[in-house]
C-alpha cells in the first residue's frame, strides 16, 4: 500500500477545508450552481474524464480494483433502479433534469464506490476525510436539486461502499487479475439491461476496461505511465462516451462505451511504451 505524497495530502487537506465551508454556506443562501457543480463530480461524465487519470497513476492492482468497483457498483445502481422501480420526488422539485427511476441514487453510488475505494485502500486521514466530505457533497447535492429522496442517497452510499469493499478484497487478492471477474459481471449485467433490467454504459465500459487489462498483459504493457499519459486515456475515451448522447442505439452504446473502456487502458500505457522504446 504506498502512502500518499505530501503534496496530494495537502491539497486534499485544503480541498476538505473549502468544501466544509462552502456547502453550508451555499446550503444556507441555496446558491444553485453550486450544488449543480457538486452533481457534476458524481456524474457519468466526470467519471469518464478523471478515473483515467487516477487509474493510470496508482499501482496497476489498485488500480483495476478502483475501476472493477466503480462500474460494477454503477451496474448494480441501474439494476436495482428497474428492479424496485421507486420514483423519484415530484418534477415540480426539480432544479436539473434527471430520469429513470429514484432508488438507489446512481450519483451517491458512484461517488461512494470510487472515493471510499481510495480512501479504504489508502488509509490515509486527508483522503479519508476528502473521501467522507466528497460522498456526503455529492448525495446532499441531489437532494437539494430535487431530484431525488434522502433514502434514494442513503441505499446509493451503502451500495456504493459496500461494492468498494467488496472490490478492495479482491483487488488484494487478484491484483489486476480482478479483471478476469469483470468479464462474467459485464456481461450478467448487460444480460439484465438487455431484459429491461439496468443500463448498458457501465457494463459495457466495465468489459472494455477487462479486454484492455488483458491485452495490456499479453503485450508486456505493465508500467504505471502516470497522470499526464492518464489524461490520454480521458481524451480517448471521453469523445466516445459523449457519443451515445448524440447516436442513440444500445448496439452503439454498448459498442462505445466498451471502446472507451478499451482505450482508457491501453492507450496511455501504449503510448508511454513507444515513447520510452524510441527516446
Known amino acids: ?15 476538505s477545508l473549502i468544501l466544509l465551508i462552502t456547502m453550508p454556506l451555499f446550503y444556507v443562501f441555496r446558491v444553485k450552481e453550486y450544488w449543480v457543480f457538486l452533481s457534476f463530480i458524481g456524474s457519468t461524465e466526470f467519471y469518464v474524464f478523471i478515473l483515467p487519470i487516477v487509474y493510470h497513476s496508482i499501482p496497476r492492482g489498485e488500480a483495476a480494483g478502483l475501476a472493477f468497483s466503480l462500474l460494477v457498483a454503477t451496474s448494480f445502481a441501474g439494476f436495482a433502479k428497474e428492479l424496485f422501480k421507486l420514483p423519484r420526488p415530484p418534477e415540480g422539485f426539480w432544479l436539473v433534469s ?5 432508488f438507489p441514487s446512481g450519483h451517491a453510488t458512484g461517488s461512494s464506490s470510487f472515493w471510499g475505494y481510495l480512501a479504504l485502500s489508502r488509509l ?19 437532494v437539494i436539486l430535487g431530484v431525488h429522496y434522502p433514502r ?7 451500495l456504493g461502499f459496500s461494492v468498494a469493499a467488496l472490490s478492495l478484497y479482491l483487488a488484494s487478492r487478484m491484483g489486476w487479475g480482478i479483471a478476469s471477474a469483470g ?31 488483458f491485452l495490456s498483459e499479453r503485450f508486456g504493457l505493465r508500467e504505471r505511465p502516470g497522470p499526464l499519459y492518464g489524461v490520454l486515456g ?5 469523445p466516445l462516451a459523449l457519443t451515445t448522447k448524440i447516436i442513440e442505439g ?16 491501453v492507450v496511455p500505457r501504449y503510448v508511454k511504451s513507444f515513447r520510452s522504446m524510441h527516446s
Open 1 to 15: 500500500m504506498e502512502k500518499l505524497g505530501f503534496r496530494v495530502g495537502l491539497a486534499l487537506s485544503i480541498a
Open 98 to 102: 434527471a430520469d429513470g427511476y429514484g
Open 124 to 142: 490515509a486521514p486527508s483522503l479519508i476525510g476528502f473521501s467522507i466530505i466528497m460522498i456526503v457533497g455529492v448525495s446532499v447535492s441531489r
Open 152 to 158: 434514494d442517497v442513503v441505499g446509493g452510499v451503502l
Open 183 to 213: 468479464v462474467p459481471a459485464s456481461l450478467a449485467f448487460l444480460l439484465l439491461s438487455f431484459l429491461g433490467y439496468g443500463v448498458f454504459s457501465a457494463p459495457s465500459a466495465l468489459l472494455g476496461f477487462s479486454l484492455g487489462e
Open 234 to 238: 480521458s481524451i480517448a475515451a471521453a
Open 250 to 265: 444500445v448496439v452503439v452504446e454498448v459498442f462505445l462505451f466498451a471502446l472507451a473502456g478499451f482505450l482508457a487502458v
